[in-house]
């Protein structure tokens, strides 16, 4: 059965970076998979904030690309999310999510349970 | 940027009856990368719909997705107690975007 698990600090200072992490089991990161970061503020919808391929090409939303940076930890089978200069605006539920890429298609179908990240001083 | 449009925000339906949702793109998405999710309340969202059509693992087939280009539907057959929720379309055609979602509710 394959989990990811969203690790990582619950508050974040004003102007400084977030930073989580998203441990996969049950599956290998190495495999052709995307490998995604999804935020949703409080009451409000989904946010799609980038992926990364496991070769680690990369893809961003652009109205986020100049503040993150998505990696992969082959060696932990892990990857990650930094934010850098964050505002209360980005007090948000951060989820992970794979995506398997099933012949052409795309969808996301396995998430984290999600965490949530306050920015606050 | 492909902007997607969901129609209605909120939808009051009963259980037993059939529920149609609608996602409109800003320019034409190809049935590949067309997705459609449901999240409840404090959870995570769940896949129902890849390729705009198929249904993913463990999906009921009262669930069903159809469209192609910039019109895309989600329809739920008969509406059972635990599929009130907010339902969310998702495209991958260029970068990867959501739609605002629909509300389905408890009439």
């Known amino acids: 059965q394959v989990q990811l698990q969203e690790s990582g600090p619950g508050l974040v200072k004003p102007s400084g970076t977030l930073s989580l992490t998203c441990a996969v089991s049950g599956d290998s990161i190495s495999r052709n998979k995307w490998w995604s970061w999804v935020r949703q503020p409080p009451g409000k919808g989904l946010e799609w904030i980038g992926e990364?391929?496991?070769?680690?090409?990369?893809n961003y939303n652009p109205s986020l690309k100049s503040r993150v940076t998505i990696s992969v930890d082959k060696s932990k089978n892990q990857f990650s999310l930094k934010l850098s200069s964050v505002t209360a605006a980005d007090t948000a539920v951060y989820y992970c999510a794979r995506d398997p890429v099933v012949g052409a298609t795309r969808g996301m179908d396995v998430w984290g349970q999600g965490t949530t990240v306050t920015v606050s001083s | 940027e492909i902007v997607l449009t969901q129609s209605p925000g909120t939808l009051s339906l009963s259980p037993g009856e059939r529920a149609t949702l609608s996602c409109r793109a800003s320019?034409?998405?190809?049935?590949?990368?067309l997705a459609w999710y449901q999240q409840k309340p404090g959870q995570a969202p769940r896949l129902l719909i890849y390729?705009?059509?198929s249904r993913a693992t463990g999906i009921p087939d009262r669930f069903s997705g159809s469209g192609s280009g910039t019109d895309f539907t989600l329809t739920i057959s008969r509406l059972e107690p635990e599929d009130f929720a907010v339902y969310y379309c998702?495209?991958?055609?260029?970068?990867?975007?959501f739609g605002q979602g629909t509300n389905l509710e408890i009439k």
């Open positions: 990364i391929y496991h070769s680690g090409s990369t």
């Open positions: 998702q495209q991958y055609g260029s970068l990867c975007s």
């Open positions: 320019q034409s998405v190809s049935i590949s990368y």
């Open positions: 390729g705009a059509s």
